[in-house]
Each structure stands twice: as structure tokens, then as C-alpha cells.
Nanobody, 118 residues
Framework: QVQLQESGGGLVQAGGSLRLSCAAS????????VGWFRQAPGRERVLVAAISWSGGATYTDDSVKGRFTISRDDGGNTVALQMNSLKAEDTAVYYCTARRRANPYEYWGQGTQVTVST
């Protein structure tokens, strides 16, 4: 099993920045990929960024490209999502998730609220 713990959410003004962190524990050697999803009220949960556990490959959704950056600390078990130039439409609960190779996302954190005020 893998446990994920998010931190770093909060309230920020439009144009500001936040940095979310996801700390993984447990059988981290089994992780193949880590992603960040977000879910706004009344909307589906969507993937905004992902990174291979090796750190060699990343994905960023077009809606956040150029503003959000996903990274993994060297040799550690933390994945960060740096969010810049935040917009009101970025308001959502952000979830960290992980999966093993050939599996769908199967481990989830509890989520952290990000609210962008205008």
C-alpha cells in the first residue's frame, strides 16, 4: 500500500502562487507515476499534471500549461505542484494520486482546497 498526504492549499488572490506538496509513504518503490487531479464544485475530477516516479517524464494539461509545474524532489518521496498566475477557475480541491505500472490511479490523498479570489 501507498499513503499520500497533500499539503499547501489555501486562499490566494488571482495572479498569485501556491505550491502543493504530496508526501508518499509505504511501498513507494512500487510507484510508477504520480498525478495531481482537481475537482471543482459540480464538475468531474480531472488530471492537471503527472510525473513518472523516475522523474523523467511529465504531463501538464493544456488548461494549466505554462502556469503549473510538477516536480519530484531528488531521490525523495515528495511530488510538488507549483502553481503560478492563478485564476479563479483554478479553484478546486486538488488530489494527489499514484499508480503502479499498468494500473489506473489507485492511491489517493484526502485532497487540499485551493481557492483563488478575484
Amino acid at each position: 500500500q501507498v499513503q499520500l498526504q497533500e499539503s499547501g492549499g489555501g486562499l490566494v488572490q488571482a495572479g498569485g502562487s501556491l505550491r502543493l506538496s504530496c508526501a508518499a509513504s509505504g511501498r513507494t518503490f512500487s510507484i510508477y507515476e504520480v498525478g495531481w487531479f482537481r475537482q471543482a464544485p459540480g464538475r468531474e475530477r480531472v488530471l492537471v499534471a503527472a510525473i513518472s516516479w523516475s522523474g523523467g517524464a511529465t504531463y501538464t494539461d493544456d488548461s494549466v500549461k505554462g502556469r503549473f509545474t510538477i516536480s519530484r524532489d531528488d531521490g525523495g518521496n515528495t511530488v510538488a505542484l507549483q502553481m503560478n498566475s492563478l485564476k479563479a477557475e483554478d479553484t478546486a480541491v486538488y488530489y494527489c494520486t499514484a499508480r503502479r505500472r499498468a494500473n489506473p490511479y489507485e492511491y489517493w490523498g484526502q485532497g487540499t482546497q485551493v481557492t483563488v479570489s478575484t
